[in-house]
């Protein structure tokens, strides 16, 4: 067995967290969301907003992957923020399809949630802008998302001249910059159990907009 397999064969876990039942689940799978993610906040889970949001190039189909941050959840979905001229930008103004996972290691559980995303209203969009912090608000002022920059150098002087700019002034939000909201059709609540039998457990919606559940195989 090579280094890199015995490294790897040493990190596996066994997990013993509480299952996942039926009986246990609310029949919304957003109110099921607001709870598992309340238990996620109480036990200090760093960054438990974070998740990870694919989307994908329209012709080719080359899905990308990063890491966002939720600004808000509710009963219509799960928002969060960009700069439109960013790469998912792009590929979500092309195919509007996405899927998103949460990860709460130390609670050994993730939400998958696959569906369609929209952007919010002007006025929403200028409400988050508000709430940023004051760096975050001109960081989002500078050169557009994912285009390619010289240096670190040239990165660092458009911010310093942004910072004097507005030194005097609030920043408004960039036309270029707003939120997105996912809007759910397919949420997986997903529970680590001994011996990889895993809690699978995922509500999907049907042509009368109902959510059905399902339990699927580890």
């Given at each position: 067995m090579?280094?890199t397999?015995?490294?790897?064969?040493?990190l596996r876990?066994?997990?013993?967290?509480?299952?996942?039942?039926?009986?246990?689940?609310?029949?919304?799978p957003?109110?099921?969301?607001?709870?598992w993610?309340t238990?996620?906040?109480?036990a200090?889970?760093?960054?438990?907003?974070?998740?990870?949001?694919a989307?994908?190039?329209?012709?080719?189909?080359q899905?990308s992957?990063?890491?966002?941050?939720?600004?808000?959840?509710d009963r219509?979905?799960?928002?969060?923020?960009?700069?439109?001229?960013?790469?998912?930008a792009?590929?979500i103004?092309?195919?509007?399809?996405?899927?998103?996972?949460f990860y709460?290691?130390?609670l050994?559980?993730?939400?998958?949630?696959?569906?369609?995303?929209?952007k919010?209203?002007?006025?929403?969009?200028?409400?988050?802008?508000a709430?940023r912090?004051?760096?975050?608000?001109?960081?989002?002022?500078?050169?557009?998302?994912?285009t390619?920059?010289?240096?670190?150098?040239?990165?660092?002087?458009?911010?310093?001249?942004?910072?004097?700019?507005?030194?005097?002034?609030?920043p408004?939000?960039?036309?270029?910059?707003g939120g997105?909201l996912?809007?759910?059709?397919?949420?997986?609540?997903?529970?680590g159990?001994?011996?990889?039998?895993?809690?699978?457990i995922?509500?999907?919606?049907?042509r009368?907009?109902?959510?059905e559940?399902?339990?699927l195989?580890?």
């Amino acid at each position: 067995m090579s280094q890199t397999r015995q490294l790897l064969a040493k990190l596996r876990k066994e997990y013993s967290e509480q299952p996942l039942l039926e009986s246990s689940l609310h029949t919304d799978p957003l109110r099921q969301f607001k709870l598992w993610f309340t238990e996620a906040v109480k036990a200090k889970i760093r960054e438990p907003h974070a998740f990870c949001l694919a989307t994908s190039e329209k012709l080719s189909g080359q899905p990308s992957a990063r890491m966002v941050l939720m600004k808000h959840y509710d009963r219509t979905g799960f928002v969060f923020v960009s700069n439109y001229e960013s790469r998912k930008a792009r590929e979500i103004s092309a195919s509007n399809k996405v899927a998103a996972v949460f990860y709460w290691c130390d609670l050994e559980r993730q939400v998958r949630i696959e569906g369609k995303v929209k952007k919010l209203s002007s006025g929403n969009s200028d409400k988050y802008f508000a709430l940023r912090p004051r760096g975050s608000q001109l960081a989002a002022l500078m050169m557009a998302q994912s285009t390619e920059i010289e240096s670190r150098e040239t990165l660092e002087l458009s911010y310093q001249q942004l910072v004097e700019r507005y030194q005097s002034r609030k920043p408004k939000r960039p036309n270029n910059w707003g939120g997105y909201l996912i809007i759910p059709e397919r949420i997986e609540f997903w529970q680590g159990r001994r011996n990889r039998l895993h809690d699978r457990i995922v509500f999907s919606r049907n042509r009368a907009g109902r959510w059905e559940v399902q339990r699927l195989a580890p």
